[in-house]
């Protein structure tokens, strides 16, 4: 939930029970579920927009590296578990399956940031940098950096 609120991702979606047990022993710090939808389905692909591409995101063969993937205007990324992967049924109708050429593979978490960082880099989206440092950091960080006079 951290990284869609971050990355500003309309909506959370998951299946299975796993993340429904493990969200009683998690801190919400930044309160992200009261301004994005977390929605536990039966299938990940269930009531999609027509214009909604789907985007596995896995180490498969045959997958686009991350690095040469134009990601879509309106997406569905699809993150497998640590444990196992996207079932092929759900490869099989995806639009895309993209993967991040790490040596090896990272966890959940890492993977989602280092997805929507991309999708945010490639974006072209116009930031104002000095606002979003002072609205994104927390009350414990008030650094800045020295202006060096350059020779």
């Given amino acids: 939930m951290r990284a869609a609120g971050c990355y500003q991702a309309d909506e959370v979606r998951f299946t299975g029970e796993r ?3 493990a969200a009683k022993y998690h801190t919400d710090t930044k309160d992200m579920t009261t301004k994005i ?3 536990q389905m039966q299938s990940m692909t269930d009531d999609l927009d027509d214009d909604i591409k ?3 995101v896995e180490l498969a063969e045959g997958a686009t590296p991350l690095p040469q993937f134009n990601h879509p205007q309106k997406a569905l990324y699809i993150f497998g578990p640590e444990d196992s992967s996207i079932p092929q049924s759900i490869v099989d ?3 895309e399956v ?3 050429p ?4 990272m966890n ?3 993977t989602v940031n280092v997805l929507l960082y991309d999708r945010l880099a490639k974006s072209g989206q116009a930031i104002d940098h000095t606002s979003r440092v002072l609205e994104s950091r927390d009350v414990n960080n ?4 020295s202006q060096h006079e350059q020779s």
Avoid: P
């Avoid at 790490?102 to 593979?105: L, N, P, R, V």
């Avoid at 008030?142 to 950096?145: A, D, I, M, P, Y």
């Fill in 93 to 95: 109708k995806a639009d």
């Fill in 108 to 110: 959940l978490a890492a």
């Fill in 142 to 145: 008030r650094l800045k950096v």
């Fill in 102 to 105: 790490t040596i090896g593979c």
């Fill in 98 to 100: 993209v993967y991040v």
């Fill in 19 to 21: 993340f429904a047990k």
């Fill in 37 to 39: 939808a977390l929605n």
């Fill in 54 to 56: 789907i985007v596995c």
